[in-house]
């Protein structure tokens, strides 16, 4: 626990390398990019590190089941496996980020930086 907290001490003496790992860490969170598929393949929705949807793939067999209900269905499903994997993602870059600053692991908490759990 002192270990950690010595870490801390020595962060807050270094504010220059804090706002540089963060810095660095906000403009790659917009290159973080997540994909996953409902359906069989029937739905993929792709979203990058500022939870922002960048595409919604529907196949043209899932079109041809002319199924609205499913289809709103796999298309949450997929999104929200997606937002999952992007989540993930943000927590390993986090505790990259953590590293560099010297701070121990996990000392961002299980969600990583600070409001991206």
Do not use: H
Not at 39 to 60: D, H, P, Q
Not at 82 to 106: H, I, Y
């Amino acid at each position: 626990m002192f270990k950690d907290l010595g870490s801390m001490f020595s962060l807050l003496r270094n504010q220059g390398k804090i706002q540089e790992e963060i810095q660095k860490f906000q403009a790659q969170v917009g290159n973080i990019v997540a994909e996953a598929a409902a359906g069989a393949g029937y739905v993929t929705v792709k979203v990058n590190g500022r939870m922002e949807i960048l595409a919604v793939r529907i196949s043209e067999d899932a079109m041809k089941l002319n199924d609205r209900e499913m289809l709103e269905d796999l298309i949450a499903g997929a999104t929200n496996q997606a937002l999952n994997k992007v989540r993930q993602l943000l927590a390993a870059e986090s505790e990259k980020m953590a590293a560099n600053m010297g701070l121990p692991p996990g000392m961002l908490g299980s969600g990583g930086f600070p409001g991206m759990g």
